[in-house]
């Protein structure tokens, strides 16, 4: 192999791993919580709306409920029951912190609050939202799956109310 080759692969080799540093991955600052469902970023002054990726949470059952006077009835017994959950965002997330987001393909927003965790996982993994059946991301379906059983075994979660019940039509 001559030296011009040897240059020629060296050159392949640190373009092919200059690519992965060009990756999607964003850090924003969190300028405010609107619910458990909303909240805005600033990414160099550029304002960013997220929305948890995948996952359907009680505000978004209560806005797209059929009957939605019932579910969110039902929701709010579920908060006055359990107030701490209303705040999740609040207590979990700190206002001014920066954290690691990427936009995903379906227009949701991954934020990565815990580290390598997602701010969706975390939301299932408490049992305050269900996976969106709609959602089809082959790496993200199984994590958030996972996330999902583990929130459906916690006693205070939206699996041992009645929140699914009036939240979400059953197919016939």
Known sequence: MCKKETLFKLYIVFFCLSISLHAKIMLGELKSINNNSVMSLLDNNNPVKCEPHGIKTLEWLIRDAASSGECQKSVDAFYDAHPHERLYAQEHLHLYQRYHYEKDDAGGCILYAN???????????????????????RGWNEKLKRASVRGQKKKESIHSSDILEKCIEKKR
Not at 115 to 137: C, F, Q, R, T
Request: no cysteine; glycine share 8%; hydrophobic share 30%.
């Open 115 to 137: 580290g390598p965790e997602s701010y969706s996982e975390m939301l299932l993994n408490e049992g305050l939202a269900i996976v969106d059946e709609k959602y089809n991301n």
